[in-house]
DNA sequence: TTGTAGGCGTTATCAG
DNA sequence: CTGATAACGCCTACAA
């Protein structure tokens, strides 16, 4: 009758069933060093007769390198975040590491928290989502004590390490562009962010003008993409075209999504500037009984799956999320592996889709 | 000039600059056995000075306790896992424990390999969906190891561990009998499989029935309520009403999505025994032009975002991963904490949605 | 080629 | 209450 926890054999263990010395049996199991060929042999048998298996911790601590990774993101539910896990993942399992997941809600008290704890679980290098722009000692921290850090998503500039990231500004300049090019001049806008950090929106020279302050988190590039790409056509913003809504409170996300379809000064398009924000409005549309793109055109942001599905099919700005968690991964390993040439913002390209959900605004003057 | 990995302050760092033997910096630091009130103070203010946090690694090799536990999925890409490792995850991180994440891409061989690595990495537990479910010796092995396993999403009646699922054979028969009952004969069957395990689909007592052979994955339980019901109602089965496709293969799938619905024996509904097929069997009807539910209707699994989001909406199955995943992770905390009752199957509710894709057979009928 | 001894950073045990 | 010391399992000098 076993009690406990069975113990796992050890080295000593197969180094007594096989009559040799620790060390030998070490350098048999281990694979380094000169061992007789037979004595090996003798080992290997003894440790399958044991069912031997290394404790990595031990070595682990005896080597400092624990040959794993963590991955600290919002949430790995969110479909962004599961594929760019996938693609940090499928590096990490190349080089032989594992890695360890924590989600962050885009809660700073809980990225800092993970950092920590992560850092002390000694992983040899992180991926981060941040949830904070401006906060980043904990990441600092990381640097200091010599573990890589890879920003994912958004890139930190006070920041000494790499980033993989998209360029929010110009993709979103890129869709909105598009839109004017259809015809469309009361563009709306619609984003989800976390509840600490609201960008501010202020007028800036000139009616109808707006700026964004706040650090440069996605969100507030592509809004800021989007007042560049009407500020260069002429078009002038209301400022309740910009509706901001946290993804958590999925009532009030409703409310805000219906509200700006249905704003007094009638938007003829809107640009949703995140896959939340872009089913929301879907949504909205679709429930409120818009036609689209006759009533209303849609631009959103993320290729996912149901974008293909709906009626009409959803004009996206595109990126690889899947791409992106690869990058980050190749990033980190080169940086593990020694690499250490100054700091690298790695910006992959987006693709601007367009299906059928945007429509010339013509299309929208036919009478009710 | 710092070279190399700044090493990081020990408790022998902290113990010397507080003018303190290891041994009472130590149990400072851990909050373990007694330490005067100042003395606490001093090592505390000593620790906080060199910015002394402990090496959770070399904690763990001591205490034998490395407070992480391990998740091995097919694909975290997939939602169904990206939800229940978040439920996991969450349970984890309430307990205090990392949860380090692997992907077995369905394959026998990634999760032995995913396993072994994690048991050498000392894990205190693990959630399993396993690829196959014939083989596993491997998990056999980390019971035998003292490690709790749960399983999740399948259950492996040879083996002495919890395991988290659904009622998959009667949720299927609900979910077809429903079809029955709407006027329907001729369904179709659409299932993802792994390539390694097809489950082998062979005549039974009497004209149009069939058994499926194979142990109980969820797509095989699920096959054989379908077979079920439609014995139940005495309507005969054509051979090549059961599709399976495989995931990978995308070509393939389609084709066999496509191949599904305009079989000779002109199916008028079909039942989608994943979130996989679902898609794929949406897609199809949509591009091949069906009117659903008119020509064909169309009852899914997994109650995804995009089943409402499209037209008709999609009646589905529902269950939840993000419960399953919780109850999972509760599970093997109970485990861990010693809790030696034997093993239990814990059986989640599904539902039946009715949504707009199933519709009575009569309305079918109209003339083309 | 093999064996011996020490140490990685903690915690546990035992005296003082 | 505090201090010295051993041990967790492995690896690496160094000696034989």
């Given at each position: 009758v076993d009690q406990g926890r069975p113990r796992r054999p050890t080295v000593a263990d197969v180094a007594r069933q096989a009559g040799v010395a620790v060390a030998t049996a070490g350098r048999a199991l281990g694979g380094y060093g000169y061992v007789g060929e037979q004595t090996r042999e003798r080992v290997l048998a003894a440790a399958r007769d044991l069912g031997y298996s290394p404790n990595v911790v031990a070595r682990s601590m005896r080597?400092?390198?624990?040959?794993s990774i963590g991955f600290v993101g919002?949430?790995?539910?969110n479909p962004y975040f599961a594929e760019a896990m996938r693609g940090i993942c499928d590096v990490a399992h190349l080089e032989g590491y594992e890695t360890i997941l924590t989600n962050s809600d885009e809660r700073l008290d809980l990225e800092q928290r993970a950092v920590r704890t992560l850092l002390d679980k000694q992983v040899e290098g992180l991926v981060v989502a941040p949830?904070?722009?401006?906060?980043c000692d904990h990441l600092a921290e990381a640097r200091a004590e010599g573990v890589p850090v890879v920003l994912l998503d958004?890139?930190?500039?006070?920041?000494?390490c790499d980033s993989v990231v998209v360029d929010n500004e110009n993709a979103a300049y890129a869709a909105v562009t598009h839109l004017l090019k259809l015809g469309h001049e009361r563009i709306g806008l619609l984003a989800s962010i976390n509840a600490t950090e609201q960008p501010e929106i202020r007028p800036a020279g000139g009616e109808g003008r707006w700026e964004v302050l706040g650090a440069d988190r996605p969100s507030v590039e592509r809004i800021r993409g989007y007042l560049r790409a009407l500020a260069a056509y002429g078009a002038p913003v209301s400022r309740d075209a910009i509706t901001c809504i946290v993804a958590d409170r999925t009532a009030e996300a409703e409310a805000a999504a219906r509200r700006l379809l249905n704003s007094p000064w009638r938007p003829t398009a809107v640009f949703a500037t995140d896959n939340e924000s872009t089913r929301r409005i879907f949504l909205a549309a679709k429930t409120g009984g818009?036609?689209?793109?006759?009533q209303i055109s849609l631009l959103g942001f993320d290729d996912l799956d149901w974008t293909v599905m709906v009626e009409p099919q959803i004009s996206v700005v595109a990126q690889s999320p899947l791409l992106m968690g690869r990058m980050a991964g190749e990033r980190l390993f080169a940086r593990i592996k020694g690499d250490d040439q100054p700091k690298r913002r790695i910006v992959l390209p987006t693709q601007l889709i367009i299906r059928a959900s945007t429509g010339t605004r013509a299309e929208q003057e036919v009478p009710e």
């Open positions: 080597s400092g390198s624990t040959r919002s949430d790995i539910a949830a904070s722009v401006t906060h958004r890139d930190l500039p006070q920041l000494d818009f036609k689209v793109p006759d």
